[in-house]
């Protein structure tokens, strides 16, 4: 399986952007980038995934870089209820997913 | 919104009592998948069932745990005999495509064997 690498953890200060990095530097021409969240007490949640090209959706944008060895979740601005766990995971056809440990975003008021 | 909604909540067993933990995927989504998450730690992922069939599992999936989707509609996980450490939240899932699309989870079922 590709492996992807997140910082453990990461501040933010509310209603300022946060940009969450994910190296991923054996990633393979099929594999999709996702990114999921998890709130205190909940399942995981689905942010946004992408290919190759940059992806914007009503949650986060996420900017793929041009080899697709690493990406970045964008946050355009936080907020209290964005403190959580961000997983960037790597999926492709012929495996399922599987969560690395993640980000601990925490947001300061 | 649809989603995945998953019973019961909480369920509390003796230890070597088999338990199904019930999940009810979004309705026209073709993969099921369940992953467990152990306190503190990270979500694992158990299973996963396409086509009435298991495409996938993991180690953590041993003889002891089995899945079925009996009626179309909803999409369970078996323990035969629990043991302590399977304590634990159980998340189902379910999507649309294996890579290019979201997977929707539920807000799980937290087992606590005794």
């Known amino acids: 399986d590709a492996k992807t690498t997140q910082p453990n953890s990461m501040e933010s200060n509310e209603e300022e952007p946060v940009h969450l990095p994910c190296n991923h530097s054996?990633?393979?021409?099929?594999?999709?980038i996702h990114w999921y969240r998890q709130l205190p007490s909940q399942g995981p949640e689905y942010v946004i995934h992408?290919?190759?090209s940059n992806v914007n959706n009503r949650m986060a944008s996420l900017a793929i870089a041009e080899d697709r060895k690493s990406s970045t979740l964008i946050l355009h601005r936080a907020t209290l209820r964005d403190a959580a766990v961000y997983y960037c995971?790597?999926?492709?056809?012929?495996?399922?997913?599987?969560f690395g440990a993640g980000t601990r975003l925490t947001v300061k008021p | 919104e649809p989603e995945v909604t998953q019973t019961p909540s909480h369920q509390v067993t003796q230890m070597g009592q088999e338990v199904i933990l019930r999940c009810v995927p979004i309705?026209?989504?073709?993969?099921f998948y369940w992953y467990r998450q152990i306190l503190g730690q990270k979500v694992e992922f158990l299973v996963s069932?396409?086509?009435?069939?298991?495409?996938?599992k993991s180690e953590i999936f041993d003889d002891q745990f089995s899945v079925e989707r009996p009626d179309g509609s909803n999409f369970t996980l078996k323990i035969r005999s629990t043991k302590l450490e399977d304590s634990a939240m159980y998340f189902c899932?379910?999507?649309?495509?294996?890579?290019?699309?979201?997977?929707?989870f539920g807000n799980g079922t937290r087992l606590t064997v005794t």
């Open positions: 992408g290919l190759t």
């Open positions: 069932f396409y086509n009435n069939e298991i495409s996938e």
């Open positions: 054996t990633i393979s021409g099929t594999d999709y």
């Open positions: 899932a379910s999507g649309l495509d294996r890579a290019n699309s979201p997977l929707h």
């Open positions: 309705s026209n989504h073709l993969y």
């Open positions: 995971i790597l999926r492709a056809y012929n495996n399922d997913m599987r």
